[in-house]
């Protein structure tokens, strides 16, 4: 089921049990007072309907004001509309009925956002419905949403085609998906294995596209993504200097790309937020004759807990988890060598370390 078939067996049933009749778009904004947006305008341009049975019933468990205040916003919108206020309850009791066996709900596209690049729970709730399909109702309100270039849409879009199968899987299906494009008829499991790599194709393909949509409407996310899987280089030149990512994953992302003004200037950014690898990598960076900003990220990575002139070494497993005794096993080391620089005069010193007290204080 998608909306529109839903809205459309909303539609038929109100008019059945009301004797009124009721336009498609008016289906619309009543859901959207349902689910407490003043216009359907105002929930498409944030959220998508979804289903979500758990999700759906907690919204629908309502106490005594909640219920009034939603039978005061159908009653409302009803009134705008042009309905009469005798079928107020009739209209709230089908709205009632009709979403809760449909386990119809609403979610806003940037928390379905946030979910999915975090890989929490919360995204997949929405996400998985019967077998681990993802919504059909979900996907049809994303599409439509970004066929109006909505950039959040695209986006989510583009996070929910992203595939990550192994390159042996890809190798072995894509010997089948070939046999088959040369006219082999293929049967059981080779079947299934060539049309497991011909979905991972036109997944490929919507990622792709749907990724360099959000990219061209302005998502910065998305330029990132580009860059990453694309090795286009528009994030670094468009100098997105602030943007809600790791700034360590942007400057490895630079690094490969080759951009090593753009590597050092994120890594800076992420030894500021006191990431102590990014501090590390900085102290460590062959070109590095500023023996004073070494030492005020030694002071900072201090005032952190760690001390970089100590060596950190341990035991580790195969795997690179810290080594547990009463697994077993290899034993690995792993770790380094402490840093050694040359000291700081006094003065250079007190300078340094008053520095790195600043940074610590933002952090």
């Known amino acids: 089921m998608i909306i529109k078939e839903f809205t459309y067996l909303t539609q038929q049933s109100l008019q059945s049990s009301t004797g009124s009749t009721f336009k498609r778009t008016h289906i619309y904004e009543l859901l959207a007072a349902f689910f407490d947006f003043n216009s359907y305008a105002a929930l498409s341009a944030e959220s998508v309907f979804t289903q979500d049975s758990e999700d759906t019933l907690m919204q629908l468990q309502q106490d005594e004001n909640q219920q009034l205040q939603l039978h005061f916003r159908i009653q409302q919108r009803c009134t705008e509309l042009g309905y009469s206020d005798e079928i107020v309850d009739t209209v709230l009791t089908h709205l009632h009925s009709s979403i809760t066996q ?191 900003q070494c030492w005020i990220w030694i002071y900072l990575a201090q005032m952190l807990g760690t001390d970089l002139t100590k060596d950190d070494y341990h035991a580790i497993h195969e795997n690179g988890s810290h080594y547990d005794d009463d697994i077993g096993g290899p034993m690995y080391v792993d770790g380094r060598s402490g840093i050694n620089l040359n000291p700081l005069n006094t003065a250079q010193s007190a300078i340094a370390l008053q520095a790195a007290k600043e940074l610590f204080k933002k952090i």
């Open 102 to 292: 449909s386990h119809i709900g609403v979610v806003k596209v940037s928390d379905l956002i946030d979910g999915m690049r975090s890989d929490s729970f919360y995204a997949f709730e929405y996400l998985e419905w019967n077998d681990n399909e993802i919504s059909p109702i979900l996907l049809d309100d994303l599409e439509s949403s970004a066929s109006k270039n909505n950039q959040l849409s695209h986006y989510a879009l583009a996070l929910i085609n992203a595939t990550d199968e192994s390159e042996d899987e890809e190798t072995s299906n894509d010997y089948w998906y070939k046999q088959e494009q040369q006219g082999h008829v293929l049967t059981g499991a080779t079947k299934e294995w060539a049309d497991i790599y011909k979905k991972g194709l036109d997944k490929a393909k919507k990622y792709a596209f749907h990724l360099k949509e959000a990219a061209r409407l302005g998502s910065t996310e998305a330029l990132l993504d580009l860059a990453d899987k694309f090795d286009d280089p528009s994030f670094f030149e468009a100098r997105h200097e602030r943007v809600d990512e790791d700034p360590l994953r942007v400057s490895e992302i630079a690094e490969a790309l080759g951009r090593e003004e753009d590597m050092k200037f994120w890594l800076i950014i992420a030894a500021e937020k006191g990431d102590i690898e990014a501090i590390i990598r900085l102290i460590e960076e062959p070109n590095h004759d500023n023996l004073e």
